[in-house]
């Protein structure tokens, strides 16, 4: 009897061993896959911010182009303009 009642003991406690190294395998594989999706998720946010935010800096390099380009042109043409008046003189 007794020894029955330590053999039952001692199969319900490798049952209960086993059933937590299963859990706690299951818990790891889910914790894991669950970290990889919010990893992928992470790393595409942010190329997607880093493609907005390359946009807006080719855009303001390409206003400022135009801005420098206009500038350029308006400096010439009064060079252009002082040359002519000093040939008229």
Do not use: P, W
Not at 43 to 54: G, K, M, Q, T, Y
Not at 70 to 79: F, P, S, T
Request: proline letters at 0%.
């Amino acid at each position: 009897m007794i020894i029955a009642k330590i053999a039952l003991e001692l199969t319900d406690l490798l049952v209960c061993a086993g059933v937590f190294l299963v859990g706690s395998v299951i818990s790891f594989f889910l914790f894991h896959v669950a970290l990889r999706r919010k990893r992928e998720k992470l790393i595409s946010e942010a190329e997607a911010e880093a493609e907005v935010l390359r946009k807006e800096k080719i855009l303001q390099a390409k206003e400022k182009f135009f801005q420098l380009k206009a500038e350029h042109e308006k400096y010439i043409g009064e060079k252009n303009n002082k040359i002519t008046q000093s040939e008229n003189r």
